[in-house]
């Protein structure tokens, strides 16, 4: 396929990441990964009761998706690396969705924390996939530290606002040198169609799935959203105009292309 | 299929319709029309050459679609009727897209002319889905002198704005008791998505893929966001909320439901 | 003063007006009319108890303002036609604010039934300022049919959503050759300051100010508004840009105009 | 007065704080001040040639307005901390404008070098007052560490874009303990005053006023922008509501409050 998203040279089937938080049950999850087409999931390592960690690895192992655990729950840098360690134990990766976060109730990342686990963890070997904010200059340091992706928030998780600051996102895209992957804020598809449009890589969803009337119908809207949004950044938007232009300006003179389709 | 759009009780296998206008060759319409998979596409009377319209309708023919003839280029009521009976000889339907232009600039639509002509021509016997302005009111009047559907501005016909106006949008589909389909705006994949999670039946786009820099990619992608804006309608959306909600926010505390899935 | 409001050759000291619904008692209306210098005030025909008509055309005569009668509550061309005489008979004036609703929810205007009644009060010889949509070819009709303004809404009556459709107003300003006074929807301050910036010549408020949590004090806030937006137009703001420009970009370079200030 | 404005316990007489960088002469730097009626305005230690730096203060000196210098033009916690130092020395005020940059082309601040420099003046007994981004984290953490204000950006300097994204505005001003100035990104009178609505304490202007056709004009713009904002704010403004409310909606009905205003 020849356009297939790389993170850290490794190739993904989709370009949407799936949270898997927030279902109401384990088949509902099962049926939302298969439709959304994913190649990988998030799991928290905090949030997993060991009892059942077995049930849900197998569940997403069924579904033939990569995992990849985060630091969910961690508001230092040392908290989030220590989870770090115990996630890459526990799960037999050494890719990590890193959180920092710096207040309870908007989940925010904390910008200085995060830049300084993002550094400890990549010299400690790690594949670094960071939630961050949507600054530019902090997501090019996060680059510069050798992050294997920047994960800018659209909005806060699970708020399903959107993208509050599309030009924020833009910026970054423009200066990236790693894939960009929307995360967090996405409600619906037109949400994740326009973070493709801006010119991310891939998408991340939880509570937009998992938390929608129907999970799995949400799961293939999702999906086509990112990859309607795809397509429309590669096959090259028309501008917007301030006036209107008639998709058949030359209403009765000659045509000087005898190809060219003189209808609406 | 359960979910199928229907105009005056016609059924069509996509919620998307195609203008034939700007395309740069006939084998890019085709091309683009199929990628679509549109059921109907528009065609303009006044625009097409004569000579050129057996090629025109040939082409679009072959390609299975169903012909919408439209009014472009009217300017008031009287000319809309006439132009509409020559699309019905021409054409053999009395299906037509009503337009009658208040402004060469901006090809805005003339509230009262739009009126009058949608009377005229309901009374004519014609099946009438008039492009009109994003007024509520007057939405509601053209369904109610018997217009199939209704058909809303996003933005200036070619402008590529999107929709300016969503609230307007929402108060049409609210009261509509006929289709609703976004007329003109437009530009790109999360555009036509929107469109339809604010409940619009379907979407009409011409310049935003003929004039695309690729159109069939672009068929395909705005495809894929009226598809994923659909299905996104209707698996029910979170609501926005203005803090964050973790996916998983009972960390720690016992499960009450043994099949929630207690990860992110 | 060189920068006054002329509506139909008369001057009015300020381009704000005010409509007195809403207030909780007469006091608070009066001191609002006051403390927002405005010079023309709306009334209800119909809503007002003819036995405290005279009440407040007192209170009213007391601030020293015009009264524009208005003709709230009507349905049709017929019914506004009818009230906009009697107003003329009880206030004294054939200045009249035309309101024709074509909805019991949003208010909204019914544009071919607002243009019938414009152009039958312009024929009886009335002063008409119709409430209508932002339909920028409405606008232009109305005006054309001898319209002494066009008031186009921002949003619905009592909102307070504020501009939703900027681009229609400024289309709107842009081919007038009467006032244009944004009428509806303004919500507080900056709402006003936006319609001036646009290039409207003059913002009505009613419940913005009349339901404020302090009455008074939003009439000097939206009276600031409405200079502010005003003087911005005047003096001629900066682009927006897309990226930065250092307020003083020529850091270390010789100064080529020994006046120029080097300094942020 | 009772609504003043207070920084680290000093007053000041107006809610406007300018920069004075893009002027085209003194002249008109001067005029603007007194326009403005702000009482603080920005100095750059790095841009001002020395043998101006005297014309400057003695200009600004006898507008009667306290200097605030900034450290524009450092890209490191140490490069600011040395030029904070140097102002201390060159403008005899321990105040300073923390500015340490991350981006030469959108010129937005570098969080982490931020914080660090922040903690360094304050220990070294600045009273800081930090440019940051619209992060709400960073802005606690900032205040944490003993600023004496925060100066969240609306948008990139001299951008005119307004502010991109009003919510985390928002979030920063509930969660303050210090003063909150917007800062950056302001074009015309409408921005500020949605600063202010949004809860600012104040607002900080450059090239809005310095780079506008009219500076002085656009100076009084703004300062009446700042003005309403700050009203409107504490005035108590409508909630926003779906549908319409007629101003006055108890047509025809008895009225219980015998002075309630019955007109609109």
């Known amino acids: 396929m020849d356009d297939q998203l790389l993170i850290a040279d490794r190739p993904f089937p989709s370009r949407l990441v799936l949270g898997t938080g927030g279902f109401p ?28 960690r077995g049930s849900l690895v197998d569940t997403l192992d069924d579904c033939g998706v990569a995992l990849l655990p985060n630091t969910a729950g961690c508001f230092t840098a040392r908290d989030a690396v220590l989870t770090a360690q115990l996630a890459r134990e526990a799960f037999e990766t050494d890719w990590i969705k890193l959180e920092v976060i710096g207040d309870e109730r908007t989940l925010l990342p904390d910008a200085p924390e995060l830049l300084l686990a993002a550094e400890q963890l990549v010299a400690d070997g790690f594949t670094v996939l960071p939630y961050t904010t949507d600054d530019p200059v902090l997501a ?25 600051n599309p030009y924020n996102i833009a910026l970054i895209v423009e200066q990236a040198t790693v894939p960009v992957v ?32 129907d999970p799995v119908a949400m799961a293939r809207a999702i999906r086509a959203g990112v990859e309607g949004g795809r397509l429309a950044r590669l096959a090259g938007r028309i501008p917007r105009r301030t006036y209107a232009q008639a998709s058949t300006p030359h209403e009765g003179r000659p045509e000087l292309d005898p190809d060219s389709v003189p209808a609406q």
Chains 1, 2, 3, 4 share one sequence.
Not at 25 to 52: F, H, Q
Not at 140 to 164: E, F, N
């Open 25 to 52: 049950r384990m088949e509902t999850l099962a049926a939302a990964v298969r439709a959304s087409g994913t190649g990988m999931v998030t799991v928290a390592l905090r949030r997993i009761d060991p009892a059942m």
């Open 140 to 164: 090019r340091r996060l680059q510069d530290v050798g992050c294997a992706a920047v994960m800018p928030l659209g909005s806060p998780i699970g708020s399903g606002q959107g993208i509050l």
């Open 182 to 213: 929307l995360d967090a804020g996405v409600g619906t598809a037109s949400d994740a169609a326009l973070a493709m449009e801006l010119g991310c890589d891939a998408v991340l969803c939880a509570s937009a799935i998992s938390r929608a009337h």
